[in-house]
């Protein structure tokens, strides 16, 4: 067993744990490529099928060909869509002028939060493929994301299944202890677990996965001719392209190989503050 | 561009690194990520300029140490993850905290290691946690250990401190059962035999901590075992078209090939296995341990989550009780009184203490046995009983189904491994009915046929009290409401059992009366019937008797007798003597059809 066989044997069994422990299940689908992976692996893990909702958090300044392609697949994959947005940030001007972390605060942080706990509203894609209000908003208690240890450090301090209390805050300093692949499947009443199968995934395990696999991810990380392209995505605004010429998974393989720059290196939230990301992240950011 | 077309096999290893707190085991880790070129381009200045605006001194710990609250305190609270390569493999390096507050971290992140390096500071020597770390790695299934004497310039790199050190340590380890690999005096600030070798301590001509790690073995695989799969699920889809009755699991140990015969303990059902299922992937009709599977039978069964798929001639063990170790990390201590859940496997149930049989300061090994209770960072020697049976192995034989976490309230609270199987008064009935289910001659018709066709499954209930309590009139009106409502019912009444089927035994052969009890009603329940049954001959203590020699199927006990006496242990349902009948039959009625015990609608 290679070590790409190895970690999708561990995230479908994380997979299948949190579709038999949590009812109120959903997986945060981001459009980028560890949860189009991970949308992948449930695939694998549910035989074909993704027996629950695909949330995305549109801050509506996304680069537009991800919604594009975001329905796409939820039509062809036959993938249940919900989605959240701060709607009343967003009619009073919010944007990234007004701060980078303000801005990620409202339109991720808050808009996650409540989108979650099903207080506002938020979108079904229906039978016609056309988004209606959810017309049955539960609360999510089994939220399953797409986050890897290497990405930045509080990352790496992350549960499979991590507890959220009932604000959505992580307690790092007290998280249950998990071992021998047995999770944390109990919670109480108000509280949700965050479930996490790609934690053991490297950025370039990822990328040798959607080669392996054939994975049809969104084509804005690769480059179109102008010698840029996207390492990460996020909003318009604050994600920055890199300089390279891969057009092809194989060669993002052969570039990320030889680089030596961070991969979020792109993002401008995370330079706000040494600690933003782990600011962010206690308060509810995935 | 050639070598990404094939995707490079490299190997990949988890090694978590631990030890008492402040013995140095951040500074070591961002020493081997600084030495051997790993970091990205700006992590090390972005760390040193966060230093400088703090107002001090850079250390490598700080590499590691990346969340706020660590830097302020400067320990680490939780196992951080950390990747490695070095020119032979992949490392995963785990960060565990060695402060006594976070040892449930410190257990999470040494779970998933097959190796650690256990560090002791040269100048503090042997402390508490040390030990406490290294019996714990026992206890967690890692035998490869290498041990590293940090801090060796405090001690002017004194080879009698390393050996005294040594001395002390080696025979502590040989004591929890670990021969460590490698013993290695450094300085990790320094980098002295880190990654290179360095000019300090000439005594010392062994291996460096790299070469160390290097040299740890993979794991054997588990593939040549006996074969392990705990059902993690069965799906149905019934989407798109999809009618496949998948049985999803992950094989623990072994091999599994389609064709093949194999029982689910402790149901004892026996099927073949029909086809391997998978999505985008080749065909394939075999799988080995490791693989997250999902499986068709050529017989379809009434399975559940908790049950082990083995070969018939190698099953696991089925019990009740359980001598076990296990290691308390639980804010409440673990009492006498209290019901956990335990989680084995893919199965859970409720557990209790049923003897303590000895409590351990984990950082002396000496002996506490007239402890009552196991107190939080305890290492207890106990025998557990679960509600019900459970299927397992023994630790030493099958790690993975040898080993259980306990739930108290919401939360994971502790861990252990299974050492024996305490043998129950059931045990021996046990084994004889596996032998009966397993050698069982059948016809074409499943039990799954049956229910379809009858629109309800074959269960049991059982009225228990005294004699002249109103026992057998419930029992009838029961059966009247079930067969009128078009249920398969039969009342079996004790009695009539011990006419017939007993006349041969004495009446005090309680065993043997139970037994033949037992019998006759798995064959009504074979046959697809709701057996409603009353005896005065049975006390409520046999149930559980009863309860094995029927399983699987389900049986629902029904007391009757005075509120003051309370619901008895393993009751589900009680009314008072000479209660309506009429309104306790419905009510138990109700109670079955809650449970999907009776026809729908």
Redesign the interface.
Known sequence: MNQLDALEEQSVYILREAYRHFEELCMLWSIGKDSTVMLWLARKAFFGHVPFPLVHIDTSFKVPSMIEYRDRLARDWGLTMVVGQNRDALAEGMNCDKGRLVCCRALKTDALRHTLDGSWPRQRMGEDGEYHLDENPQAFTGVIVGARADEEGSRSKERYFSPRDTNSDWDVADQPPELWNQFKTDFAPGTHVRIHPLLDWTEINVWEYIQRENIPIIDIYFDKGAGTRYRSLGCECCTGTVDSTARSTQEIIVELRATNVPERAGRAQDQADTYAMEKLRREGYM | ?G???N?E????MNIVIVGHVDHGKSTLVGRLLADTGV?????ME?VQT?CRRQGKAFEYAFLLD????EQQQGIT???????FRTDSR?Y?IIDAPGHIEFL??M??GA??AQAAVLLIDAKEGVRENSRRHGYLLSM?GIRQVAVVVNKMDLVDYDRDVFLRIEEEYRAFLAEVGITPSHFIPISARDGEFVASRGKTMDWYDGATVLDAVDSFAKLP?RVDAALRMPV??V?R?N??G?E?R?V?G?IEAGRLKVGERVIFSPSNKTSTTKSI?????PVTTAAAA???V?LTLTEELFIE?GEVMSHLDAEPLVGTRLRVNVFW?GRRPMTMDKRY?L?LGTAQVEVRIDKILRVLDASDLDATTEKSQVDRHDVAELIVATRNPIAFDLAETNE?TG???I?D?????G?GIVRDLVQDADHQLRLESRIRDIAWVRGDITNANRAEVAGHPASMVTLTGAAGVGKHAIACVLERVLVGSGHHAYLLDGKNVFLGVDADLALDDRAGLVRRFGEVAHLFLDSGTLVVSTTNVIGLGDHRTLQTLIAPFKMLIVHVGPEAEGLPDGADLRFDPGCDPEAAARRIASVLAERGRLRQG
């Open positions: 561009m070598a990404a077309t995707i096999q490299r190997e990949t970091l990205g381009d700006g992590k972005k966060t990346a969340l706020e609250a609270i939780d196992a951080a993850r950390v990747f992949d995963i449930k971290n257990v999470t779970a998933r967690l695989s993690q699920d799906y889809f989407a798109r999809d496949r998948i999803a992950r299922e998978a999505f985008s992937a490791g693989s997250s999902g989550r990390l859940k989680k993975s080993r259980f976490v739930v309230e919401y939360d994971i609270a861990g």
